[in-house]
């Protein structure tokens, strides 16, 4: 069966300091990879989204980015973090095919002070 | 641009009443339709989906429904319990080569005893 597993599950970091959430899907090959947010109390924000090794679509500018080095591995990054930047980050994965279920990982709890 | 909403954004029912919410969508290649439920501190977690080609679809306590002319969807929730408590989303998947899905903006259940 297929398995998503993001890291860390928190972090506190300081404004200025870089950022690394990593993200790990097993149990299948070439999936549609993605990134949200969500601040405290609100819907899910769509970052980035990924249909292959190298590809990434960006949804929202911002200081963040993202990178797909392997087939099932997604990073989120930030050379500088805001404190805008504190929120929920969620993992996500589908099939390669349009029209499939979204499955979220465990989520990531980013504090930015 | 492509967008979902959803209504309402808090609701409160009785127990053993029945909630309803509603999604309207914009893309009308839309053609998958997921609900989830995300309690508080975790991931939001698949609860039922229909496909274009569907009207209705129910499960147990939950049933969805699709008018695609009217491009909007609903969720039917009978017979409420204390744990229906939670904010539940609901999703387009955007078809045009892109495999996206963008959510609503989430509703707060509660369910009182």
């Known amino acids: 069966s297929q398995t998503i597993h993001q890291w860390p599950a928190t972090l506190v970091q300081p404004v200025g300091s870089p950022l690394s959430l990593e993200c790990t899907v097993e149990?299948?090959?070439?999936?549609?990879l993605y990134w949200y947010r969500q601040a405290a109390g609100r819907g899910l924000q769509l970052l980035f989204y990924s249909v292959g090794i190298g590809q990434i679509s960006s949804e929202v500018p911002q200081n963040l980015s993202a990178s797909r080095p392997q087939d099932r591995q997604f990073i989120l990054s930030s050379k500088k973090l805001l404190l805008s930047d504190s929120g929920f980050y969620l993992c996500?994965?589908?099939?390669?095919?349009?029209?499939?279920?979204?499955?979220f990982g465990e989520g990531s709890w980013l504090t930015v002070v | 641009g492509e967008n979902v909403e959803q209504h309402p954004s808090t609701l409160s029912v009785q127990e053993g009443d029945s909630a309803v919410i509603k999604c309207t969508y914009s893309?009308?290649?839309?053609?998958?339709f997921p609900w989830y439920k995300q309690e508080l501190g975790k991931r939001p977690q698949l609860i039922i989906d229909i496909r274009s080609n569907v009207g209705e679809k129910k499960d147990q306590r939950i049933a969805v429904t699709l008018n695609k002319t009217a491009k909007h969807f609903s969720l039917h929730i009978t017979e409420t319990q204390p744990e229906d408590s939670a904010v539940y989303f609901c999703a387009a998947s955007l078809t045009s080569g892109t495999y996206k899905y963008i959510f609503g903006t989430g509703t707060r259940l509660k369910v009182l005893a």
């Open positions: 149990g299948t090959s070439n999936p549609n």
């Open positions: 996500a994965w589908s099939e390669r095919v349009s029209g499939n279920t979204i499955y």
């Open positions: 893309d009308s290649a839309s053609n998958y």
